[in-house]
């Protein structure tokens, strides 16, 4: 694999990231977004454990360092304006801080937001404390 081809294709926004669409890799489920820097994206390439941008910390987020809750990478795509990342995964557990599978847990339903996936985990256990 040539990293540097890799990256070099990527088209990073003015704060150096681009967004990463996280997918179950067998079952089509949508698990998160995240953002990667170049070497968060070289880091996943290199160990083929999902490593992200944290923006809230300014930092690399290895996930699942906290929460046990890891995502081994299966594929990782690029969509056809090169600025955002399909990264077909193997979830460990919950994808969400909330404790739920997956960060999209809302559906628009008869003009509201319903909560339509339950909390497998507490925040709690995962963390420590509440997020």
Sequence with gaps: MDADAILGALSFNRDG??????????SGE???????????????LATG?????????QALWRKGETSGQHQRLIELRLDCDGDTLL??????G??????????????ARDGAWTEI?????????????SS
């Design 117 to 129: 996936l339950p909390v497998e985990i507490a925040p709690e256990t995962l963390y420590g404390s």
């Design 30 to 44: 949508v698990l998160m977004l995240a953002w990667m820097n170049r070497e968060a994206v070289a880091e996943t």
């Design 87 to 92: 990264a077909l995964v193997d979830q460990a």
């Design 17 to 26: 990231l681009v967004a990463a669409v996280a997918q179950q890799h067998d």
């Design 94 to 107: 919950v994808a969400c801080h909330t404790g739920r599978r997956s960060c999209f847990f809302h559906a």
């Design 49 to 57: 454990r999902m490593t992200y941008w944290s923006r809230s910390r």
